[in-house]
Each structure stands twice: as C-alpha cells, then as structure tokens.
C-alpha cells in the first residue's frame, strides 16, 4: 500500500513528481538494494568461465573487479537515460537497468576456458547487439505477435535451467575447484545453504524491505559465517584504487559472426522482456497501459545502455522486473526516485574498493544466493507459461523446442562436426529452442487433428478450445 505521508494519491502516480529529498533518497537506495546482487553476478559468472579473476593470486584478478565496477556504473547510467531520457532514447518512466542474466548462456560458450583475452569478442557482440536492440524500437510493436507467452515463456526457462549448474557448481566450491578434494566439502554447503535458509526465511516470514531484499541479507549472512570461518580474505581491498574511471575498450573489441547473431538473437528476447517491464510499472504504478512512444524510449534505451556498456568493458543491461514489483509493492511512480538509485550506482562505480570488497565473497556463498536466483529464472518462465493454453498443438511445440533445445545444451558434443559460429549458437540450447518454437507457433494450423499428437500427449487430455500459444 502506498505512503500517504509521500504525496497524495494523484501524485505518487505521477512520474514527473518528486518526493520530498527525505523520503526519495531512502526509496532510491532500496531500489539500488533490490537489485544489487542480481547486477554484479553475471559479472563474476562470465570471469569464472574465461578462467580468470578468482583467487588473490590469480593475475587477471583486477580484471574481475574492473567489471563489477563496470557493472554498477553503466547500470547506473543506462537507467539514467530510462528515467531522465537522451533524446528519443528512455521511457522517463521509474525503470531501472541492471546486467543482464539472459545473455549469460550466449557468452559461456564464448568464453570458455580462453582467459581475459576472450573477452574482446564478447565486447564486440555486445555493442553489435545493443545497436541492433535500439533499432528494435522502430517496430517493436508489430513483432510482439512473434513472441507470445508459449515462446518466451519456454525461453525464459531454459535461460534458468542453463544457469542452475553454474548455481551448484558453485555452492560446492566454484568452477575451478571442480576435481578437487575439498569441492562439494560439508563447510562449502555449509556456508551456501546458509544463505538459501536465510533468503528463503526471509523471503515467507519478512515483509516490506526484508522480503525484497531477501537474497542480499541472505548472502551478508552468509559472508559473515564466511568471514567467522575464516573464508574470507580483504587483502585485494587494500590494494584497490579508492578512484577510477571507466576505460574506454578495456578489453579491447573483436567482431565475431557467432557473438553477433547470438547477441542480436537474444535482443528479441531482452527487448519484449523490456515491454513486459514496462507495462506492469505503468499498470501496477499509474493504472495505466503504456504508451507506444514509452515501449519505443525503453527499447531504445536498453539498446543504447547496452551498446555504450560494451565499449567501456561491461556486459548487456536490461530493465529489471524485480523493480517493477517494488514500484507495485510501493505505489511511488516517480522516476526521479529511481534516478537517486542511478545516482547511488554511479558512484559506487567509481570506487574499485566497492568491487574489491564484493569479489571478497567467497564463491560458495555466492552460490547460495544464485541457486536461489536462477530457480527464480526458472520460475519466472513457469509463471509466464502459465499464461498458455496447453492444447495439443501447443503441447507438441514446447514439447519439441524444449527436448532439441535443452539436449543440444547438454550434450554439445552431438554437435562437434558443425562449423564453429554455427556450433557456438546451437550449443547454448536457447537459441535453436526459440527458432524453433517461433518458427512452429507461426506455421503450425491454430488446430492439429487428435490423432496427430496422441502418441506424444502419452494419452493426457488437452484442452482444444479457447486460444494458443499465439
């Protein structure tokens, strides 16, 4: 319910209204609290899979820190130009953008085992992917009808399923203990099921900040059962710069053909998910739908946030949906809030010992926190595919998306004659399962004949009436 004491009624549904300072700064931060961890996450995943920045001793370890930095300072910048607008670019809407955790199964591969040099093509990917992200603005609205829930439901849910390995790997002792005697150690799970304890305990029990907050304080919790263990190390804090700026192609930049399509592919995806974002804070914060030139300047934005990000060394940025809850659950719509976060964002950017102190986390702590947030992810799709009505024919789709989609994904090897940017951009599971779904849901008839698909329903009725997955 909203705070009265904030503003009246008219006004908190007001985007261009301001609260006073005393009230905004608190709500600005507890947007910066919301998605905090979701932010830097993919950050040190993507590290972790070049092989690179885990350990005091390791040589690329400031790399890792510089992207963290980087995550929270074009985070910072790309919800700036959401909330304050550049030109054409931004809803002027509360949205806030954060790194974002759908390109993560197009960049593992990408990067796989071959070090902080690697990541020059990923950059390249990403400022490709973000121009061609923005460009989706001029005709987001007419390609929605290729996207229903049956298809970003499914590829929602595979972007989760991809990531929960990454979870336990590293609750049990990170990526590159793997083999190791001391990797799935009762003190690794100890220090890992503490945090899902806790985010869950506080995610049923808490309410308000508590609840919203749930996977921060589970992860602090956790840090500090770390730190009591003796698990945690500061001496990378002390030698972090207290002052730094961004670094204009830090990785340097490299045009890949299979990062390109795999970037420009997923856009699709990041973009409707932007629409969605959109629609539920001006439903859920004004009782409104979305204007078309609101979905354009968000679809810009994210674009544009995404494109500038690649060239400083940072990673894809996207609205963020658990914001969109905390404008539901707050009922203040005002953007200049959301600009105090950005605000907040930026500043920490700029301060390495802030990404020296979060990389201090052990890789097992953060691993209770992502198992948690990735079977969020995978929820999430679930919820979405909620919305479908499962007749026979949409059965059959999701059906063969998910099996082509989710073994490619697990057994890449099936795969190793193909050439290599066709390998890359079928080995990642979701790119071959949203073709596939997209291409099925817009050729297959409205209605499939009972007898075409008993054998795969394995004789469960479906529900033949009423809308598809369309």
């Given at each position: 319910m909203a705070d009265t004491s904030i503003g009246t009624p008219e006004q908190l549904r007001d985007p261009n209204y301001t609260p006073p300072l005393a009230k905004a700064v608190p709500l600005g931060i507890q947007h910066v609290l919301a998605m905090f961890v979701s932010n830097v996450t993919p950050a040190i995943i993507i590290c972790g899979a070049a092989g690179f920045g885990f350990g005091s001793n390791s040589p690329d370890f400031p790399q890792m820190i510089y992207m963290i930095q980087m995550s929270m300072f074009f985070a910072g910048i790309a919800t700036l130009i959401q909330t304050i607008g550049l030109g054409p670019a931004g809803a002027r809407l509360p949205i806030v953008q954060g790194t974002s955790f759908a390109f993560i199964p197009i960049m593992i591969p990408l990067v796989a085992g071959k070090g902080?040099?690697?990541?020059?093509?990923?950059?390249?990917?990403?400022?490709?992917?973000?121009?061609?992200?923005?460009?989706?603005?001029?005709?987001?609205?007419?390609?929605?009808?290729?996207?229903?829930?049956?298809?970003?439901?499914?590829?929602?849910?595979?972007?989760?399923?991809?990531?929960?390995?990454?979870?336990?790997?590293?609750?049990a002792g990170g990526v590159p203990a793997i083999g190791k005697p001391e990797y799935g150690s009762l003190l690794n799970w100890t220090m890992a099921g503490t945090v899902v304890v806790v985010t869950l305990g506080l995610k049923f029990f808490?309410?308000?900040?508590?609840?919203?907050?749930?996977?921060?304080?589970?992860?602090?919790?956790?840090?500090?059962?770390?730190?009591?263990?003796?698990?945690?190390?500061?001496?990378?804090?002390?030698?972090?710069?207290?002052?730094?700026?961004?670094?204009?192609?830090?990785?340097?930049?490299?045009?890949?053909?299979?990062?390109?399509?795999?970037?420009?592919?997923?856009?699709?995806?990041?973009?409707?998910?932007?629409?969605?974002?959109?629609?539920?804070?001006?439903?859920?914060?004004?009782?409104?739908?979305?204007?078309?030139?609101?979905?354009?300047?968000?679809?810009?934005?994210?674009?544009?946030?995404?494109?500038?990000?690649?060239?400083?060394?940072?990673?894809?940025?996207?609205?963020?949906?658990?914001?969109?809850?905390?404008?539901?659950?707050?009922g203040v719509m005002s953007r200049h809030v959301v600009t105090i976060g950005a605000l907040f964002l930026i500043a920490a950017g700029l301060i390495p010992k802030v990404g020296a102190i979060i990389s201090s986390i052990p890789i097992e702590v953060l691993g209770g926190g992502?198992?948690?947030?990735?079977?969020?992810?995978?929820?999430?799709?679930?919820?979405?595919?909620?919305?479908?009505?499962?007749?026979?024919?949409?059965?059959?789709?999701?059906?063969?998306?998910?099996?082509?989609?989710?073994?490619?994904?697990?057994?890449?090897?099936?795969?190793?004659?193909?050439?290599?940017?066709?390998?890359?951009?079928?080995?990642?599971?979701?790119?071959?399962?949203?073709?596939?779904?997209?291409?099925?849901?817009?050729?297959?008839p409205e209605e499939l004949a009972a007898e075409a698909t008993e054998e795969v329903s394995g004789g469960m009725s479906g529900n033949d009436s009423g809308r598809s997955g369309k």
């Open positions: 902080v040099d690697a990541m020059a093509v990923v950059m390249g990917g990403i400022v490709v992917g973000g121009l061609f992200h923005a460009a989706l603005g001029l005709f987001i609205g007419k390609i929605r009808f290729a996207l229903p829930p049956l298809v970003t439901g499914l590829v929602v849910t595979m972007i989760g399923l991809a990531l929960v390995k990454v979870g336990i790997q590293y609750a808490a309410r308000g900040m508590l609840s919203v907050s749930a996977v921060l304080i589970g992860l602090l919790v956790g840090y500090a059962l770390a730190f009591m263990l003796g698990e945690v190390s500061f001496g990378n804090v002390g030698r972090a710069a207290s002052f730094a700026l961004p670094n204009p192609l830090h990785f340097g930049i490299e045009f890949s053909v299979a990062a390109i399509i795999g970037f420009c592919l997923m856009s699709f995806v990041s973009a409707v998910e932007t629409v969605g974002d959109v629609s539920g804070i001006t439903k859920g914060g004004a009782g409104r739908e979305a204007t078309d030139k609101e979905i354009q300047g968000a679809t810009y934005a994210d674009g544009l946030g995404t494109a500038v990000s690649g060239l400083f060394g940072a990673l894809p940025n996207t609205s963020f949906s658990q914001n969109v809850g905390l404008i539901a659950m707050t992502v198992i948690v947030m990735f079977g969020m992810v995978v929820a999430a799709g679930v919820s979405m595919l909620s919305d479908v009505n499962w007749n026979r024919r949409n059965m059959v789709i999701f059906a063969i998306a998910l099996s082509l989609g989710l073994g490619l994904q697990l057994e890449p090897g099936a795969l190793q004659h193909l050439p290599g940017t066709l390998k890359v951009l079928a080995t990642s599971g979701i790119l071959p399962a949203a073709f596939i779904a997209i291409m099925l849901n817009l050729i297959l």
